[in-house]
């Protein structure tokens, strides 16, 4: 018998009705009271202490820019920025930190300790743990070369972590382009920012266990074969072996200039090399038509990639917690709701 025909919904039909679902659960949510000037007269030294702080760790090590700006994203995509990642696990509370995408993975908890007690030392119990986070990854992207942008403040922390919609809400690197759309999509964020966002891998490093199924899937057939783009797979390969071992060996998401903030992902892209299956996809995905267009836009124009990546950050900066507004708080310590 011959099976039923079904209507099918083409990708950006689905794609719209997605936004429209989301914004529609979204208008309910007054806009947030965040401003530049939150802080001028409870704590003006906020942004000059954080900035120091960051310089401090970017300069020990430079990885560390990339672990928060990742932080600063984990936290956003769960219930608005409202620190709700940096939550340890207690007996009355299941943070976020061992949820799927996290666990073994998310890092750079202890940076933000750092900063959050140089700032209480400062102004007790005056900024909130979202905002120190928020201006670090700021600070974090200058700090390797990357574009300046103003911060919005007055951020309350959560009461709450949510490890459900940890695992739900973050893209994860296998998932198809659709899926990873979709993810920004629900939470209000466009294309053009799936995009632009997704150049913040131009720093920063992945474990094998993320890469394995793209090493060993298409990026062959992406990269063309080229020998140095063979070189490379191979130096890939060899620190993550096909049949399993190495699961936390790590390699760059942007080879060409690892420690760089800079558009050379968007070039990795087009020569077919991302790490990710996810990053590929932006380019190489039959149903990439908008995102190829947008990374081809980056790799030629820095500016423009910056200019989007600043306003797109900002964007995600701006995800709120309705619940943290009403009911948040300014932590003291950061891993931990107040008593
Ligand atoms: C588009 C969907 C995304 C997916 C599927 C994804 C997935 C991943 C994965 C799997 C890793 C490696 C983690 C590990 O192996 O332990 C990673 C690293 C990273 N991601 Fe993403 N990511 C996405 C978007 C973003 C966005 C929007 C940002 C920030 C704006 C970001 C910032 C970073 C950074 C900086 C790193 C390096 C962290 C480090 O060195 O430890 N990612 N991402």
Not at 91 to 119: C, H, W, Y
Not at 213 to 228: K, V
Not at 256 to 266: C, E, M, Q, V
Not at 276 to 301: G, M
Request: with cysteine; glycine share 6%; aromatic share 8%.
């Amino acid at each position: 018998m011959a099976a039923p025909i079904r209507p099918r919904i083409p990708a950006t039909q689905f794609l719209a009705a997605i936004a429209f679902v989301s914004a529609i659960l979204r208008s309910g949510a007054s806009d947030p009271p965040l401003t530049l000037d939150h802080y001028a007269s409870s704590c003006p030294t906020v942004f000059e202490n954080i900035r120091k702080e960051m310089e401090r760790e970017v300069l020990s090590d430079p990885r560390s820019a990339a672990l928060v700006v990742r932080l600063h994203f984990h936290d956003c995509f769960v219930q608005g920025c409202d620190g709700s990642v940096l939550l340890d696990d207690t007996v009355m509370l299941q943070g976020e930190k061992t949820a799927s995408p996290n666990i073994n993975s998310l890092k750079g908890f202890e940076i933000i300790d750092r900063i959050k007690s140089k700032i209480e030392s400062d102004c007790p119990r005056i900024v909130s743990c979202a905002d120190i986070l928020t201006i670090a990854a700021r600070d974090a992207v200058i700090l390797v070369g990357g574009p300046y942008w103003d911060v919005p403040v007055g951020r309350k922390d959560s009461r709450s972590a949510s490890y459900e919609l940890a695992n739900t809400n973050i893209p994860t690197p296998n998932q198809g382009l659709i899926s990873v759309i979709s993810k920004f999509l629900y939470l209000g964020l466009s294309i053009t920012d799936t995009v632009a966002l997704s150049g913040a891998h131009t720093i920063g490093m992945a474990r094998c266990e993320n890469f394995r199924a793209r090493i060993y899937g298409d990026y062959e057939l992406t990269s063309g074969g080229s020998p140095l783009s063979e070189v490379h797979l191979s130096k890939l390969k060899s620190a993550c072996p096909a049949a399993g071992g190495g699961e936390d060996n790590i390699e760059p998401l942007d080879y060409a200039t690892p420690y760089t903030f800079d558009n050379s992902y968007y070039h990795l892209l087009l020569n077919g090399e991302g790490l990710l299956n996810s990053d590929q996809e932006l380019y190489s995905s039959i149903l990439a038509i908008q995102t190829k267009k947008l990374v081809e836009q980056y790799a030629f124009d820095t500016g423009a990639f910056f200019r989007q990546f600043s306003d797109s950050m900002v964007k995600m900066g701006n995800l709120t917690n309705p619940d943290s507004f009403l009911q948040g708080e300014v932590r003291k310590n950061c891993r931990l709701i107040n008593a």
